[in-house]
């Protein structure tokens, strides 16, 4: 038998997710759509038929067929990965986010979107960096600062 990939996998301790001062018990996951990568016209639908709210009688997941996306209802989504893993096109990936920072949103782009919290502080005379995977809202946060 098939293990689910997530089964597997022992609960995080606390600091281990983004280090010693990481969000630990303070974080919650939530899967995260890319609109680029979905293609409800060309799957079977199998983030939805598969995920434990919708299974419920819950619309955690809608498919709009005219925009040919889907859309995760956050306040329901408990961040399992199971339609992360069903879906054929990788186009879900599930994201732990701070609870803590949920009152210092700077930007967000739209539901399902990115949110960028907090903006860094550029002090004179001193040089800033920002490192960080695509999608992170490096540019965006310059954008903001110029």
Do not use: Y
């Not at 281990?16 to 979905?38: H, M, R």
């Not at 306040?75 to 990788?90: D, H, R, S």
């Not at 986010?97 to 399902?112: C, K, M, Q, Y």
């Amino acid at each position: 038998a098939v293990r689910h990939p997530l089964s597997m996998t022992r609960p995080k301790q606390k600091g281990e997710c983004c280090g010693p001062n990481g969000c630990g018990d303070d974080a919650a996951s939530l899967a995260v759509i890319n609109s680029e990568k979905c293609q409800p016209k060309k799957c079977k639908e199998e983030c939805m038929r598969k995920c434990p709210i919708v299974r419920n009688g819950q619309h955690c997941i809608d498919i709009n067929f005219v925009e040919a996306s889907a859309t995760i209802a956050e306040e329901l989504c408990i961040g399992c990965g199971i339609c992360a893993t069903q879906c054929p096109f990788q186009a879900i990936k599930v994201v732990r986010i701070p609870r803590a920072l949920e009152s210092d949103v700077t930007h967000r782009f739209g539901i399902n979107g990115f949110k960028l919290h907090r903006l860094p502080i550029p002090r004179p005379g001193q040089c800033l960096g920002l490192l960080g995977a695509n999608g992170t809202g490096k540019s965006t946060a310059l954008q903001i600062l110029a």
